[in-house]
């Protein structure tokens, strides 16, 4: 069978013009070299930075039935895992035939490479690291492993879109991946004596050791200890050293990410928002009642979380005037702040239920929050931008600044209340150029142009404010409450591009519009005419 596997081998290299170079002593772990036809090697550019040896190991099984599968060396297997070359087993299926029925192509690769790696680390720890011949591994296969057809060209084709067009940059990729398996999770283990911040002092060693793993502590310095390779699970047999005065710093990864859900005990306040999970993993012993906590982390802030009822702690940070940030990202924030100020200014609603997607995690209480009321006119704004940016349908990912925020606020009053989003208290205060006194209780249309900048979307949006007149000043302004704001026309426009005619062509056509149904229209004014209250 082996040699009826081999000879096929050679028949179909042969008649892709590739050459098979057997190797004389089987002991490397590959039966064959495949070299690639030069004249189907993909050019990068110049000949100098071409990839023209096109190579790969190949290792041949022949069989009659598909229902068993070889048992392989482990120290054969570790030789296909070190090499840089992509390395293949081709089984040749003949199914009691003379000629091959079906072929499939099991690549050498992630989890071919950690199945190795972590059999070899077992062995090791165990002292049979020189054992690796007396220890096997089964080669499996399953039919997405199967060729399309029992050709060479099949082989050489799927072999190709394994590799790529460019050999060094897989030999590259096998490299970084064999050196990382194995670490993904734990990748060391370190038994330390950690100097107690003076913070720490007094209260249960564990409560530092959980906010440093969380990472609420950024570093400690240690007095000594040792540290040992962990991978795979399996730690190493030997240790090294920690020299006192090594600063420890340890940068988790979330467990999970979802949507959590904060909910007053009389469901009258509700916030979502998608956060990571971070949980204390990696301490070996259980630690003391109180110490554990959940960590749940979005951009700009974090709310740690008892493993039990208690009170919770809210950490965040308002971006500076001047930062760049992501508008939907830091609306997560605001949201949580409006949620944190609303609640507590009830005592009998600090309780707060948390759910992380559909599964509740547990119940928080808030203790007495002072939020300062800069943070919350921060938020407000936020929460009004990112509602604007979604009702005129902006890039989600548009970044901004609070200061250009603060320069738009008008605009984006007007554009909120005429998008129906929140009932809006909006007044403003107009005169008129003409003789004639409008009358108390005449209705009023003020048609303004509305123009904001988030990102590198600038949009012009004509909005009419429609109103009954409340009241004359004595300097001859008239107060109009507005009773509806509506959106008459959005303009999308790029950057440096100008208006397709004159704002007042635009406010002029709304006023012909609104002329029948209001008896003053004044649309000279501007939006600095206007004076906001308690939106």
């Known amino acids: 069978m082996g040699e009826l596997g081999e000879n096929t081998l050679r028949v179909w290299a042969s008649q892709e013009g590739a050459t098979l170079n057997k190797a004389n002593v089987d002991r490397s772990g590959w039966d064959f070299i495949l070299e690639f036809p030069v004249d189907n090697i993909d050019a990068r550019s110049e000949p100098d930075k071409r990839d023209e040896a096109y190579q790969c190991l190949i ?50 690769w992630k989890s071919e490479i950690a199945r190795v790696l972590k059999c070899a680390r077992d062995l090791g720890v165990k002292g049979k690291g020189s054992e690796l011949h007396k220890h096997s591994l089964r080669l499996k296969w399953d039919s997405g492993d199967q060729l399309s057809d029992v050709t060479g060209y099949a082989l050489l084709t799927k072999i190709k879109e394994i590799v790529g067009p460019f050999p060094s940059e897989y030999s590259e990729k096998k490299l970084s991946l064999r050196k990382s398996v194995g670490y993904e999770d734990i990748n060391a283990q370190v038994r330390a004596r950690i100097i107690i911040p003076p913070e720490y002092r007094g209260r249960h060693p564990d409560e530092l050791l959980v906010d440093l793993i969380l990472g609420l502590v950024p570093e400690v310095r240690l007095a000594g200890g040792e540290i040992q390779d962990v991978r795979f699970g399996i730690s190493s047999k030997s240790s090294k050293p920690i020299d006192p005065g090594v600063i420890l710093k340890i940068s988790g990864k979330p467990v999970t990410s979802g949507t959590l859900r904060l909910r007053n005990r009389a ?24 110490a554990h906590k959940v960590l749940l982390r979005l951009p700009y802030a974090q709310l740690v979380l008892p493993a039990n009822k208690g009170d919770w702690s809210f950490h965040f940070t308002i971006p500076r005037e001047d930062e760049t940030f992501s508008l939907a990202e830091v609306a997560n924030l605001a949201r949580v702040l409006i949620f944190t100020y609303d609640t507590t ?15 509740k995690i547990g119940v928080a209480e808030f203790g007495k929050v002072s939020l300062p009321k800069e943070s919350i006119e921060w938020a407000n704004l936020v929460l009004l931008a990112q509602q604007v940016a979604v009702r005129l349908s902006l890039p989600s990912d548009l970044r901004t600044t609070f200061k250009s925020l603060l320069a738009q ?9 005429a998008s129906g989003l929140i009932p809006s208290d909006l007044t403003f205060t107009f005169s008129v150029k003409k003789k004639a006194k409008p009358s108390l209780g005449e209705q009023v249309c003020f048609p303004i142009p509305a123009e904001i900048e988030l990102g ?80």
């Open 345 to 359: 200014g009830s005592d009998e609603e600090r309780t707060i239920d948390v759910w992380l997607d559909e599964s």
């Open 267 to 290: 469901r009258t306040r509700e916030v979502s928002l998608p956060v990571e999970v971070f949980l204390p993993r990696g301490i070996r012993y259980r630690t003391a009642p109180g």
């Open 409 to 417: 606020r008008s605009a984006l009053t007007v554009i909120h209340a």
């Open 456 to 535: 590198n979307s600038r949009t012009v949006v004509f909005v009419s404010l429609l109103g009954t007149i409340d009241k004359e000043l004595e300097n001859g302004e008239y107060i109009v409450p507005v009773k509806r704001a509506l959106i008459e026309r959005i303009l999308r426009l790029g950057p440096g591009e100008s208006l397709p005619k004159k704002r007042e062509l635009y406010l002029n056509d709304i006023a012909q519009v609104r002329a029948a149904e209001c008896g003053v229209v004044c649309w000279w004014g501007t939006k600095d005419d206007i004076r906001y209250l308690g939106i």
């Open 59 to 108: 290792q041949v099984k022949s069989t009659d039935s598909l229902k068993s599968f070889p048992s392989i060396k482990l120290s054969n297997w570790k030789r296909l895992v070190e090499t840089p070359l992509p390395a293949f087993f081709v089984i040749l299926h003949f199914d009691g035939e003379d000629t091959c029925q079906s072929a499939f192509l099991v690549h050498v």
